[in-house]
């Protein structure tokens, strides 16, 4: 149930389209550039099907978790990765 709440909390993040911020910037100096491109990859993508899934007129519980499953799946992708 954490790990759920988590990932929903964070989804609700991706509502609005990521802007390149100093401090995000700092936070991913040092950190791998696959590690990097796809966080932003995630986030472009996650908004993207939040926007598309608010224009089809879906749900805001229905939004959120297509774009936390999503978010699971870019977890995944990037520990594997590091890994």
Do not use: C, D
């Amino acid at each position: 149930p954490r790990l759920r709440r988590i990932l929903t909390e964070a989804a609700w993040q991706h509502r609005f389209p990521g802007t390149g911020s100093k401090i995000v910037a700092a936070r991913r100096t040092g950190q791998p550039a696959l590690v990097v491109a796809l966080a932003e990859k995630a986030s472009l993508r996650l908004h993207k099907k939040f926007r598309n899934l608010q224009l089809r007129g879906k749900t805001p519980q229905v939004m959120i978790t297509a774009v936390s499953r999503e978010l699971s799946g870019f977890l995944w992708a990037a520990m594997n990765l590091v890994a």
